[in-house]
Every structure is written in structure tokens, then in C-alpha cells.
């Protein structure tokens, strides 16, 4: 399963289908919504992929930042569901649930 992103020019993301497969389970992963099976396939792309490894860990860094800030601070309520609106269509989004050709939502490269 190992592979060298390194000698790619292009980014990281979307390398190979296990890099796919591990950034579309980012989120899924990070809130703990993975079966044991996903959760461990997951864990050992991450050991041997260094890009993806970045990209997850950036992401749980942004949830450990958003979530301190957010708690030490009032937030507008206007401003919180915004949050979590884009949160959720991220997610959804990540996972291809949401498309032109299924449901009519834009997708990130349209």
C-alpha cells in the first residue's frame, strides 16, 4: 500500500485511490463515525502515506482550534450555524453525496 507522492508533481490529493478513499473519510474519521474495519484501513494508509497524513492532521488541528476558540468566545448565533452549515456540505460533498447529477448542488470543481 505504500506509494511515493514524491516523485509526483501534482498535489498529494487524490494520488491514488487510497488517498482518495482516505481524504473522502476525513471527517468520518475525525468525529469517530468509522467502523473498526474503515477505521484501521484508514490508520494504515495514513502511516504509509505522508500527504494524507498531513491533510488529516491538518484538519483535526483546524477542529482543536475552532472548537478552543469557539468555546472561549461568544459567537453570534448567526455566525455558528453558518459554521456549521459549511461544515455539513463539506462533508457531504467530500463524500459525493451531493452533485449535479444527483441533487443539483454544485460540487467543488463546478
Known amino acids: 500500500m505504500t506509494h511515493d507522492h514524491d516523485s509526483h508533481p501534482e498535489p498529494p490529493f487524490a494520488a491514488t485511490p487510497d488517498c482518495e478513499r482516505a481524504l473522502a473519510e476525513v471527517y468520518t474519521f ?57 461544515l455539513t456540505y463539506l462533508r457531504i460533498e467530500a463524500s459525493g453525496g451531493v452533485g449535479p447529477d444527483n441533487g443539483g448542488e454544485p460540487t467543488r470543481g463546478a
Open 30 to 86: 475525525l468525529d469517530q463515525e468509522l467502523n473498526e474495519t474503515q477505521r484501521v484501513e484508514i490508520m494504515a494508509h495514513l502511516e504509509a502515506c505522508s500527504p494524507c497524513f498531513e491533510a488529516f492532521d491538518f484538519e483535526a488541528e483546524l477542529r482543536m482550534v475552532i472548537t478552543t476558540k469557539t468555546h472561549s468566545v461568544e459567537l453570534p448565533d448567526s455566525l455558528r450555524i453558518r459554521i456549521e452549515e459549511q
